[in-house]
């Protein structure tokens, strides 16, 4: 089988060193110098094109690239037919409605009648009409956080992750539009041959992600009450218990959500766990 699979990610962005990442994460190894376009993977038939966020789901659509990875907001703001496939937990932010700090805001209602500019013109769009609020929309593609300072007009619409960018201009963010981080897309009417080298990726993408979401915990546990410490920890299937030289104790090994992580550890040392010690995990094939 000579078929590549064709991945187009972001040359150079936000985006960028997560999606290159991820990729390594993958055991992938390329090239990925700069101003370079494309590269071709050494250990897996991958071809992975270097482009603008913007274009990507249509590069994906016309299928110049078999899969991409592209933010949800970009997505949403085109019109395209592509598949949405994995979530990657990167590129986290909203896009939000801010207006002059020194508006006092009410509800979305006081939009009604405002200039808001914006590079999301479709995504507003429908936010407004679902909250009937009836705005005049000034699409453009950079720097709209400026536009009510030079007077263009009264709101913005922008992508926001810590607000500081919104804060320094005079602005003060007051209503969510949409959530959104970086997704794996795929076009539609993939090849059989191309379907099964996606697979492959996919499988080995879940495994690098369930790894950063768990744990490994290896604790020593006094046998009176291995039982209880047991029912803390249900691990992948259930915890390993291992007996210690020193008689009355084992050591359990499980494996942990990082999410519960603290709660749990708290809970191990009432039952009496000693010596925890917490890894990190590589990779996790479930
Ligand atoms: P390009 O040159 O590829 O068009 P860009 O300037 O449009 O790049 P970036 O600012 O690199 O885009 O953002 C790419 C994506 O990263 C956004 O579309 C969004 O999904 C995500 N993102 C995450 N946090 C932020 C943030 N604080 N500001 C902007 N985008 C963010
Ligand atoms: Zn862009």
């Known amino acids: 089988m000579d078929r590549k699979l064709k991945i187009a990610i972001q040359k150079s962005g936000r985006l960028s060193d997560d999606s290159v990442k991820l990729l390594k994460k993958c055991g992938i190894s390329f090239g990925n110098g700069l101003g370079k376009l494309r590269s071709e993977a050494n250990n897996f038939p991958l071809e992975i094109f270097f482009l603008r966020d913007d274009d990507i789901p249509n590069y994906v659509e016309d299928s110049v690239a078999d899969i991409g990875i592209v933010g949800e907001n970009v997505l949403a703001e085109k019109d395209c037919e592509v598949e949405t496939i994995e979530k990657l937990g990167f590129g986290k932010c909203r896009l939000s409605l801010a207006l002059p700090k020194s508006f006092e805001y009410v509800s979305v209602k006081d939009f009604e009648g405002k200039r808001i500019a914006t590079s999301y013109p479709k995504i507003l769009g429908n936010f407004l009409s679902k909250n009937n609020v009836e705005a005049e929309l000034h699409t453009i593609s950079g720097s709209v956080e ?141």
């Open 146 to 286: 400026i536009a009510p300072s030079i007077g263009l007009a009264d709101a913005v619409c922008d992508i926001v992750s810590s607000g500081s960018t919104l804060f320094t201009n005079g602005l003060k963010e007051v209503e969510t539009v949409m959530r959104s981080e970086a997704v794996l897309i795929k076009r539609k009417g993939l090849d059989e041959d191309s379907q099964k080298l996606l697979n492959k990726l996919l499988f080995r993408i879940r495994a690098g992600k369930s790894a950063e979401e768990n744990k490994y915990i290896l604790l020593n546990a006094p046998n009176e009450n291995l039982e209880k410490i047991i029912e803390i920890l249900p691990g992948m299937r259930s915890p390993s218990v291992l007996p210690l030289a020193e008689s009355g104790w084992s050591s359990v090994h499980s494996v942990i959500n990082e999410n519960d992580f603290w709660e749990v550890v708290e809970n191990l040392k009432t039952e009496g766990a000693e010596g925890v010690l917490v890894l990190s995990i590589d990779q996790m094939i479930q």
